[in-house]
């Protein structure tokens, strides 16, 4: 039965971790229609408690996160064992790198003081939710996951292999993001799982839940020979061995298999009580780690008047102070967006903004009827949107309310090549997706230096016609910067409406 | 050899496990419930029509002329029947200055502090229960109260002062061909009567600024996008407003260089004080004292369009009292 | 090793049918896992493709005031002056028939269209008062006064309330 339980185990982390790629692989169009993929990172208890802490709403969806606290609280940690992505990531590593931790097993697998960070950072991530943001979502094993996969590691590999064809997604701090998200998979060459031990803020919630667990690790001390055997393979650094701690035990069950006097069994009510459980902490870092989190949010926002002209957001995104309290950081939407334009965000959007996705223009354009980032959004900070409520490729001239507008586009007449250099060039009128165009050709006979006359058409925008979508900026042949550029000014989330009185809600 | 499941722990163990499993569920389902923290926008509320009742027997408007000009505002109220036709005992008054501008009231960009006092002190002698001077200004709320004198005006003569620093803004439906919505002051969604009382001025865009852009003044939000259609929108604005009488501070018209002003040779004295329940007469007679055809003022021409007054009532002779040297 | 013949004997419940069972029901949810999704994306819509969508179909024209003669030539002055301040138009195929929401900036604005329209009479329909024949229906929501005309030839109440009805929750909310 142990090797069994073990066996069941390895299977369901295997198969985790194989629709965590799927979903990160197929964010095609034809791939969501057939795959839910927000479905997964609903899963999430910690990001279903930040944003009900930030936003005081639960998207639907989000009520699947009440699966894994159900399973928390009658397995313990089972979901840090037998379901997390990142946690198999992790203890692949760890079994790599097994050759090079030496020593007798229970010391080096023992548990160590500073796993209690785990709940530090917890408390400090949760009260600066509570205060109105969604940084959890930073050092969520999910978001964390997806985004240094999204933004990182894929990439990396796209640019390895020569794919991508004349346009590869590329993506801004994809270095750091990578260095950051391999750094930690190479702690586990120390310690085993340190990531998950040590800092994941979703282990010490789900390891606060776990001291109510049902089920539970039970040591029969009267077979223990204290061959401490059992501390060779426990995932969790729970030291079976010694005075089991309940929250930190990922329910490998690995101590099952291993022992040779079959001296752990694993039951309903067994009696490992839980303040043994390593959340023993100090008053005074207790009271740190709340103020540090209470600091954070009136401290990033006195620094931020108002979000950065370049911040453009995904079309169907809510308000920027719900935004930035829904979003949890996971990368979602810049893994599913077609061209590459949405981007993680490291200084555009702020600090509070940090791995928030933007539309950068020079990178890619919004595709007009694609909706993919408000499909695959876990916690609908982008909200769905069908291309006939984006509304950028309505067929009527006058079509039915307004559409989606995520910026405005400005001509910077001294760059541009009708206007400062007499020569012809309509690229941005013809790539312009409204309808009517909001790029329309002014014709003018102009004289070059040489005395030529050319006839040619000076573009011009029309701001209410305008949705942003940023195909003018990306397909401007002009460089460094284009001669026409998207801002997100007129934004329709924006309560205010605009700068235009045509661009006035109705 | 397990232990037998003790049956107090296997309960505490179960009553914990449901606290948690329940705990959760709740939150949800608050969360799946409530209304969120970040509250959408209020609907738009109408605003209500402030005239006071009709009186064919009495002008349209009255001008007066003197050089008190307290004075002025008195007499040119006694002709149309007194302030207590059009307030009656206990109601709340919005008197709206044009408070603006940070200058001196020597530099005629705001209206003349004495005329705001008196429009206050009569509202306060004919019984109303609150006569509140508001405006959100241009400049700085603080500054701009304090310099144009209105600030200690007003008070001494009894009312109270709203900052638009510290006020609240609406939406209020505004209805009109060009704004459906606005942000306003709270405080006009709450008055029974309104009193504009604006100063003459030049003014680039819109030739004119009276007593119609003055309801600009009432605005939130990035009213700024206004000067795009200036004519349709001010006129919309008057439509929606409807205020129960106008004062038009004619002590000193700025003639140049308005709406800011600065230099005192941008001024005429015209010393005279015009009262009208007709809003679009008082605005032609404005116009006259800068010289202008009220015909050639497109946002008069429209007001009238829309019934909202008659050009003649202003634009011909007018009704005059003296009031004292 | 695993059985030490000097220990105590090890309780059973271990071995066997027990082992059986729980491997069972621990692989049950991965298998009903698979089985959802392989049906989700099978079936190609029904998982991912939730979206709240347009319960009423959107208008063919959406008219601010200062538009409204694009639909209405001559009348559109009039209307302003009434107080319009929308005009929405559906083309309704099934029966074919021009629908059209006129968004007052009052109530009684409304009221009073609704009488130049309709008339005096009232009879039952949607919204707050209405007057339906053969050929029209017209009806009042709010500060909404809808106009349903038939084309010539077009016949039944019933099947223009059927439009009214589809027309309904796409009417701009005036409360």
Redesign the interface.
């Known amino acids: 039965m142990p090797e069994l339980l073990r066996g069941l185990r390895r299977v369901y982390q295997g198969y985790f971790l194989l629709l965590f790629l799927a979903a990160l692989l197929l964010m095609s169009d034809e791939g969501l229609r057939r795959l839910p993929v927000r479905r997964l990172l609903q899963l999430d208890p910690l990001s279903a408690a930040s944003v009900l802490a930030s936003s005081w709403l639960l998207p639907a969806g989000l009520a699947a996160a009440l699966i894994v606290v159900a399973v928390t609280v009658l397995f313990g940690r089972a979901f840090c064992g037998w379901i997390c992505p990142l946690g198999t990531l992790h203890q692949i590593a760890s079994w790599l790198t097994r050759g090079l931790r030496h020593g007798p097993y229970q010391k080096a697998n023992r548990w160590r003081a500073h796993f209690r960070l785990k709940y530090l950072l917890l408390l400090a991530l949760g009260i600066a939710a509570l205060a109105g943001t969604g940084v959890v979502g930073l050092l969520d094993p999910l978001s964390l996951a997806m985004r240094s996969f999204a933004s990182g590691l894929l990439p990396a590999v796209d640019a390895a292999l020569g794919k991508g064809g004349t346009r590869p997604r590329t993506f801004g701090g994809a270095w750091l993001t990578a260095a950051v998200f391999l750094g930690l998979l190479a702690a586990n060459r120390w310690v085993v799982r340190w990531w998950c031990r040590a800092l994941c803020p979703l282990g010490a919630l789900l390891g606060l839940g776990a001291r109510t667990a049902l089920f539970r690790i039970e040591v029969d001390e009267e077979r223990c020979n204290a061959c401490n055997r059992c501390a060779r393979d426990c995932q969790g650094g729970d030291e079976p061995f010694a005075k089991h701690r309940v929250s930190e035990c990922h329910v490998c069950l690995n101590c099952l298999a291993t022992c040779p006097e079959e001296a752990i069994r694993f039951r309903l009510f067994a009696p490992t009580s839980a303040p043994a459980g390593g959340v023993d902490l100090p008053r005074r870092q207790l009271i740190g780690a709340a103020l540090a989190g209470a600091a954070v949010v009136p401290l990033l926002r006195a620094t931020t008047a108002e979000a950065s002209p370049e911040a453009i957001r995904p079309p169907g995104s809510l308000a920027e102070d719900a935004f930035l309290a829904r979003c949890v950081r996971c990368g979602a939407c810049v893994n599913a967006c077609p061209t590459g334009a949405l981007q993680p965000s490291l200084t555009t959007a702020g600090l509070e903004g940090l791995y928030t996705p933007v539309l950068v223009p020079r990178r890619g354009w919004c595709e007009p009827s694609c909706t993919r980032c408000g499909q695959v959004c876990p916690t609908a900070a982008i909200a769905p949107l069908t291309p006939e409520t984006k509304g950028w490729t309505r067929t009527a001239s006058t079509g039915a309310g307004r559409p989606v507008k995520i910026g405005t586009a400005f001509f910077d007449w001294g760059r541009c090549l009708p206007w400062a250099m007499a020569t012809p060039c309509v690229v941005c009128e013809e790539v312009c997706p409204t309808s009517p165009k909001a790029i329309t050709l002014e014709p003018a006979e102009v004289a070059r230096a040489d005395g030529r006359v050319v006839r040619l058409g000076r573009p011009r925008i029309d701001p209410d016609l305008c949705v942003g979508c940023g195909l003018c900026e990306a397909k401007c042949p002009v460089a460094a910067p284009a001669a026409v550029r998207v801002t997100r000014a007129g934004e329709s989330r924006d309560a205010r409406g605009g700068f235009t009185l045509g661009g006035r809600l109705p | 050899m397990s232990a037998p499941v003790n049956r107090r722990l296997a309960l505490r163990r179960l009553g914990g496990a449901g606290l948690v499993l329940g705990g959760s569920g709740a939150l949800a389902w608050l969360g799946r419930t409530g209304r969120g923290r970040f509250q959408p926008a209020r609907s738009a509320q109408p605003v209500r029509d402030h005239r006071a009742a009709e009186e064919p027997s009495r002008p349209p408007l009255v001008v007066a002329r003197g050089s008190d000009p307290a004075a002025m505002v008195t007499a040119a109220l006694a002709e149309l029947g007194g302030m207590a036709r059009f307030v009656k005992r206990g109601e709340t008054v919005l008197v709206k200055p044009n408070m603006a501008w940070d200058r001196t009231p020597e530099q005629g960009a705001n209206t003349h502090p004495e005329v705001v006092a008196e429009v206050v002190r009569q509202c306060r002698t004919a019984g109303a229960a609150r006569v509140i001077v508001a405006d959100n200004p241009v400049h700085d709320a603080s500054r701009v109260a304090a310099r144009s004198g209105i600030a200690a005006a007003a008070s001494a003569a009894g009312a109270e002062l709203l900052s638009a620093a510290a006020a609240s803004f609406v939406p209020a439906a505004i209805g009109g061909v060009v704004l459906a919505s606005w942000d306003v002051l709270a405080v006009l969604l709450l008055t029974d009567r309104l009193i504009n009382v604006p100063v003459v001025k030049h003014h680039s865009l819109s030739r004119l600024t009276c007593g119609l852009k003055n309801h600009m003044g009432l605005l939130g939000g990035s009213r700024g996008r206004l000067h795009q259609e200036i004519h349709a929108c001010v006129v919309d604005l008057a439509a929606a407003f409807r205020p129960t009488l106008t004062v038009v501070d004619a002590t000193r018209v700025m003639v140049r260089n308005g709406p800011t002003g600065g230099r005192l040779d941008d001024l005429k004295m015209v010393n005279a004080v015009a009262v009208g329940t007709d809003a679009v007469a008082c605005e032609a007679w404005a116009a006259r004292q800068l010289g202008l055809d009220p015909y050639d003022v497109p946002s008069v021409v429209q007001a009238e369009g829309r019934g909202l007054g008659r050009v003649a009532a202003g634009a011909g002779p007018v009704p005059e009292v003296g009031a004292g040297a | ?2 059985k ?1 013949p000097n ?2 004997k ?2 059973e419940m ?2 066997g049918g ?2 059986w069972l ?2 069972l029901a ?2 049950a949810p ?1 298998v009903l896992l698979t089985a959802w ?1 392989v049906r ?3 079936t ?2 029904g ?3 939730r ?1 709240p ?2 319960v009423a179909p ?9 538009r409204l003669e ?1 639909r209405v030539d001559g009348g559109a002055d009039a209307l ?2 009434a ?1 319009c ?2 005009l ?1 138009y559906w083309r309704s195929e099934d029966p074919p028939a021009d629908a059209e929401a006129l968004v007052f ?2 109530v009684a604005h409304a009221r009073a269209a609704l009488e130049r329209e309709a008339g005096h009479e009232r009879t039952a329909g949607p919204g707050d008062e209405a007057q339906v024949s053969d050929q029209a229906a017209y009806f009042r929501r709010g500060a909404v006064v809808v106009r349903l005309i038939a084309d010539p030839g077009v016949t039944g109440s019933g099947r223009l309330l059927k439009v009214a009805e589809r027309l309904a929750p796409a009417l701009p909310r005036t409360d």
């Open positions: 090793m695993r030490d220990g105590p090890v309780p271990v071995r027990r082992a729980v491997g621990l692989a991965l999704l989700g994306a099978l190609a819509g998982v991912s493709d979206r969508s347009v959107s208008p063919t024209l959406d008219l601010p005031a200062n694009e302003r002056a107080g301040r929308r929405l900036d009052t």
